[in-house]
């Protein structure tokens, strides 16, 4: 059979984002990253000159980064990127994010396996960038403007406390064009047939297999999936449909389900009608056809910022009842649904279990997390007329002109950046509150786990997402059912409120507080005021739980500081076990402690 000709633009127009001028710029801006991250991690330990500038030392000592940077609340270096040099015996040298990374091997413990994989994830976050800068530039209040997957892809950061946050080892040059979410290409979804006795469909109590098909696709289509059986000889009938992400279809099990395949237990039938974009998780698809549908997360296995992004087909099984038992908590209390706090639920889930990878597979490994999907509610049809939609993370864009994207919505409000900061607290804080003090329920509530409703530039309410891998009940006596309790957390009260301190406090507040003030919007002392006055109100608001308040106490002098570069360095590959959360809670890196600023409002 003869090879394939070439894909007619695997050529230069793949590659047309890598100029010298953006490489120099995204090197820059990594490496002011770097250096901002691991200094407050501790794994760097600047040096200050007299000038106020700072410098770090190569670990042979004889290259040195010198830069300039303010610090601020909670050991955050805000570092001028268009300070750094880089020198050797005071002869300039060029800015190299790779080289960086060579040149300080030691001080940041990348051994010999960690380190060529980092490397390449650094290239891939460094290609990702002057993708990002090659793209027509759109202004911050531009983007404001846009509709909720315009915003989606318009992100340029990423994570902000990881470095190698945009690794997508596994993606070759047309993929990337193709599937990540600043790309937003149109994407249609694989449909798969999976023998019922080999794969494992779970749903919410409301909600049933054909129920959830039918919704999803259209009769023409079944009927078309139908046919392709018959013409094969086989029954739909004894079959689940299973959406796959065509990566994964074309990259692993075409080739390691290849048995599967030959014996007709896996059946290719075709591509979605609708159409969708990948999301800032990569694996998540929102449908652009049919906004009102489900999100479909997908299976993938292709390394990102310290793990292998598969599903786990036996951690489907219980997706969907513990988001009904987290949603049913939700909205069954009066206070939440007061505030307009929602989770978008995971409401059906499907996982393919392999017979002779899964009897001799450990728990956790990739082999099991090759092909499973889960459907998510949208959050479209529970937008009011005047509502609109904004992942969270936005709040920590700043456009290539230096201007924030939250000063956007703040002007657009008509509201003073202190009151609109309350709005937004208000929306986002107090049911995070209120699920930790009253439930013991925590949650991941970083910017992409968080889907922002706003009216005029106001945050209204929220919803979080990604809830059965990322959130964990810290009491072991609180009531669960027996599917809950692998979430169970029994853990001390430092921990408990270390994840309020780590999850919002150190990886979101510290860099928005950090936004508002180099815009010349807010100090950050007001910033760090309004956190307090927003804690304290719902303090006011519960006084039953005034025990807890002390016991669980968000006024300490200083808490952990648990770092996550650390994570990322020590192993890319799997950084913890996210399916075992106390496993991953003993894997936390805890260095130190930061000062607390809300101690002094206590």
Known sequence: MPLPHPHPAAGHEIVAHLTPEHWDRANRLLIRK??????????????RAPDGRHTVHSDDGTVAYRFAARRLALDHWQVDASSITRERDGAPLTLDALDFFVDLRGTLGLDDSVLPVYLEEISSTLAGTAYKLAAPPRTAAELARGDFQTI????????????????????????????????AAPVRLVWLAARRDLATFKSSADLDYDTLIAQELAQETLHAFAGR??????????????????????????????????RRHLVFLGHSDDEYQAQQSIRTFFNTSAPGKHYVKTAISVLN???????????????????????ETVTGDAFLTANGFGVL?????????????????????PYLKMLAALWRESPVPSLRPGERLATMASLLHVDRYGDPFVGALIEESGL?????????????LTPLLHCLYTYDLVFMPHGENVIMVLADGVPQRVFIKDIAEEIGVMNPDTPLPPVMEALRLDISDDLWTLTLFTDVFDCFFRFLSAIL???????EDDFWAAVAECITDYQKAMPHLAERFERLDLFVERFALSCLNRLQLRNNQQMVNIQDPAQAAEALQLIGTL????????
């Open 517 to 523: 003030s180099e815009a010349g919007l807010l100090d």
């Open 229 to 262: 059986m018959a013409d094969l000889g086989l029954d739909l009938d004894d079959y689940y449909l299973f959406p796959a992400h065509p990566w994964q279809w074309v990259n692993k099990l075409t080739i390691t389900f290849a048995a599967e395949i030959a």
């Open 345 to 365: 639920r995971e409401r059906a889930s499907i996982g393919y279990h392999h017979t002779q990878y899964e009897a001799i597979a450990e728990k956790g490994s």
């Open 595 to 602: 000062e607390n600023p809300l101690a002094r409002f206590a």
């Open 416 to 428: 003073t950046a202190d009151d609109w900061l309350r709005r937004y607290l208000t929306a986002y």
């Open 34 to 47: 770097a250096l901002a991250e691991f200094s407050h991690e501790r794994i760097l330990t600047p040096e």
């Open 152 to 183: 989606e892809a318009g992100m340029t950061e990423g994570h902000p406390c990881f470095v190698a946050n945009n690794g997508r080892i596994g993606f070759d040059g047309l993929e990337y064009h193709a599937y990540t979410p600043e790309a």
């Open 305 to 327: 910022m310290g793990f292998l992004r598969g599903l786990s087909a036996a951690y489907m099984d219980r997706t969907p009842a513990i988001n009904d038992w987290v949603a």
